[in-house]
């Protein structure tokens, strides 16, 4: 099993800055990756960011391609997202998911789910 726990929501002025991390216990898994996702109100879940805990590759939605990054600390199991040149569009609760092998945009491919933390942007 695989625990998830998300921490560094909070609230921050159009413009400003947040890092989430996201660290991860229990099972591990070296061939698999992890990815950020988002839910505003009354919308569906999307992709934000994934890496691959093997070489690190990085993939981004369009929407935040440039003001997010997405990394890893393979010792600390550790996944984190600098969020820069926030928008109020970008207000929605994060989660980060882990999947066992590879890495994706779909949701319905992550295994684990953490559960959670709000991110408010104001205007």
């Known amino acids: 099993q695989v625990q998830l726990v998300e921490s560094g929501g909070g609230l921050v002025q159009a413009g400003g800055s947040l890092r989430l991390s996201c660290a991860a216990s229990?099972?591990?898994?070296?061939?698999?990756?992890m990815g950020w996702f988002r839910q505003a109100p009354g919308k569906e879940r999307e992709f934000v960011a994934a890496i691959r805990w093997s070489g690190g590759r990085t993939y981004y939605a369009d929407s935040v391609k440039g003001r997010f990054t997405i990394s890893r600390d393979n010792a600390k199991n550790t996944v984190y997202l600098q969020m820069n040149s926030l928008k109020p569009e970008d207000t929605a609760v994060y989660f980060c998911a882990a999947k066992e092998r590879g890495s994706s945009w779909d949701a319905r491919d992550y295994e684990y789910w953490g559960q959670g933390t709000q991110v408010t942007v104001s205007s």
């Open positions: 229990g099972r591990t898994f070296s061939s698999g990756g």
